[in-house]
C-alpha cells in the first residue's frame, strides 16, 4: 500500500548548519506531496508541497524536489535557526486523504 | 481569513464517557477530515467529510463517527472512550478549487485525555 518513510531522529544541529531530513514514498500513481511542520503543542502547519515530478516547493528558506525517479521528497535548508526547532511530516495526498511519515524532530543549539 | 478552529482544546474523559469535538473550516472549504495523532502510532485519517457526506473512512472502530452540517463545520463522536483514543485530535480543510485540491490546512487540535 501508499506509504511514507523518513530518517529517524533526532536530528540536533547547530545553528547555521545545512539540514536535509530524508523522505522517501511508495503510491501507485502520482501522489501530491508535502511537507508539514509541528511546533510543540500546536497542529500541524503546511511548510512546502509539490504536485509533480521535478517540481519544487520552497518555503522560508526550506525546499524539497519531487523526484519521480528514486521516489524522494527530502527537505533542506541551507541555514538552520533556532526557531526552526520543531517536528517535520513528510505526507502523500492519496484518495483525499493524507498519509504521513514517523516525523522527525529537529532541535537546533545556538 | 481565519485558520481553522477547533474546540474545545483540551478535554478530559473517563473511560466509557462519549465525546464530540467540534472543527470549523476556513470559511469556503467544504471539505474537512480529521486525523488523530499519537505517540505510538502517529498521525492516522479518521474521515473526511465534503458537503455532508463521508467521501472517505479510515480503519477505526464504529466507535468513532462524524457529521459535517450546512455550512460545512464538522463534528467528531466518540463514544464508549477507552484509554488509548488518548490523543490530539487534528481537523484539516480543504478548498478542492483548481490548484488546491490535495492542500489540507490544519487547526490547532482538540488534546483528549481518558482517565
Known amino acids: 500500500g501508499d506509504s511514507v518513510t523518513q530518517m529517524e531522529g533526532p536530528v540536533t544541529l547547530s545553528e547555521e548548519a545545512f539540514l536535509t531530513i530524508n523522505c522517501t514514498y511508495t503510491?501507485?500513481?502520482?501522489?501530491?506531496l508535502f511537507w508539514y511542520v509541528q511546533y510543540p503543542g500546536e497542529g500541524l502547519q503546511l511548510l512546502l508541497k509539490?504536485?509533480?515530478?521535478?517540481d519544487k516547493g520552497s518555503n522560508k528558506g526550506f525546499e524539497a524536489t519531487y523526484r519521480k525517479e528514486t521516489t524522494s521528497f527530502h527537505l533542506e535548508k541551507g541555514s538552520v535557526q533556532v526557531s526552526d526547532s520543531a517536528v517535520y511530516f513528510c505526507?502523500?495526498?492519496?484518495?483525499?486523504?493524507?498519509?504521513f511519515g514517523q516525523g522527525t524532530e529537529l532541535s537546533v543549539k545556538p | 481569513k481565519a485558520g481553522v478552529t477547533q474546540t474545545p482544546r483540551y478535554l478530559i474523559k473517563t473511560r466509557g464517557q462519549q465525546v464530540t469535538l467540534s472543527c470549523s473550516p476556513i470559511s469556503g472549504h467544504r471539505s474537512v477530515s480529521w486525523y488523530q495523532q499519537t505517540p505510538g502510532q502517529g498521525l492516522q485519517f479518521l474521515f473526511e467529510?465534503?458537503?455532508?457526506?463521508?467521501?472517505n473512512k479510515g480503519n477505526f472502530p464504529g466507535r468513532f463517527s462524524g457529521r459535517q452540517f450546512s455550512n460545512s463545520r464538522s463534528e467528531m463522536n466518540v463514544s464508549t472512550l477507552e484509554l488509548g483514543d488518548s490523543a490530539l485530535y487534528l481537523c484539516?480543510?480543504?478548498?478542492?478549487?483548481?490548484?488546491?485540491?490535495?492542500?489540507?490546512?490544519f487547526g490547532p487540535g482538540t488534546r483528549l485525555t481518558v482517565l
Open positions: 503510491a501507485t500513481g502520482y501522489p501530491s
Open positions: 509539490a504536485t509533480k515530478a521535478d
Open positions: 484539516a480543510s480543504s478548498s478542492l478549487t483548481s490548484g488546491e485540491t490535495d492542500t489540507q490546512y
Open positions: 505526507a502523500l495526498s492519496v484518495g483525499g486523504k493524507l498519509i
Open positions: 467529510y465534503f458537503s455532508e457526506t463521508q467521501r
